[in-house]
């Protein structure tokens, strides 16, 4: 099963970013056999819209999950329509996230927020 995280920087080592569409980096983890890729996050730099163009990059691959402490109306219509559960994290550790994902630990996210629609959500 492949999930997948926004964050920071294209390494293990980097935090959950916040915002989902404004993630500069999107990491693609494989539970079974444990390795990462990371894809650049073009939508990032959109004026708007970018939340719903990140969801669209992550329903482009072959990923179950998605692990975020927050996630806009849009962008969670693409997910449900593409079969990817959204899944609430922890706090900003990856590690912390994958290890909490995989021991079954990590909730549903159900406070699905309206977006921010052109105000960058930062």
């Not at 959109?46 to 975020?68: E, F, H, W, Y």
């Not at 995989?102 to 996210?109: E, N, V, Y």
Request: hydrophobic share 40%; glycine share 10%.
């Amino acid at each position: 099963m492949k999930i997948v995280l926004p964050v920071g920087d294209n390494s293990i080592e980097t935090k959950v970013c916040s915002s989902f569409g404004r993630a500069p980096y999107l990491l693609i983890y494989d539970i079974e056999s444990q390795t990462s890729s990371y894809v650049s996050n073009h939508a990032a730099i959109s004026q708007g819209g970018a939340g719903i163009k990140a969801a669209q990059i992550v329903a482009d691959t072959d990923v179950s999950a998605l692990l975020t402490p927050r996630c806009g109306d849009n962008a969670a219509r693409v997910f449900a329509a593409a079969g990817i559960k959204i899944y609430k994290t922890i706090n900003d550790s990856v590690k912390d996230n994958i290890a909490a994902f995989s021991q079954g630990k990590l909730t549903l996210l159900t406070d699905i927020h309206p977006g921010f629609h052109g105000q960058g959500g930062k």
